[in-house]
């Protein structure tokens, strides 16, 4: 039997989106807040692809912040929950800069 997926959203370095475990069901991803939070598992160690960074997770956070009713503050990796783990080895403010950046970009074309 297959091991269950653990994140509702896998991303590759290739940029590839994965549906992983259903955003309805408890994840198993950051020890005290599995059952209030979605999870989104960046593939590869420590080097992500433009393709990661720039196109596809802020397109799927901004997709899930909007579904989900999700602040830009609550954007967070998980070395910010736990100071032992360096994941995602991305900085976190940066992509929450960006976000703000496609939000507003969004709102000047009529988007959101």
Known sequence: MPKEKRHPYNEKV????ESGRPC?????HVYGRNSDSLAICLIGI???SDK???GALPRLLLALMKRYGIPINMIQGHGEFDKNKTCPNINMARVRDMLR???AANLIKGVL
Do not use: I, S, Y
Not at 14 to 17: A, I, M, P, S, Y
Not at 24 to 28: C, P, T, V, Y
């Open 14 to 17: 290739d940029g590839l989106v």
């Open 101 to 103: 950046m496609n939000m």
């Open 52 to 54: 990661q960074l720039l």
């Open 24 to 28: 309805d069901k408890q994840g198993a």
């Open 46 to 48: 420590h080097h992500f």
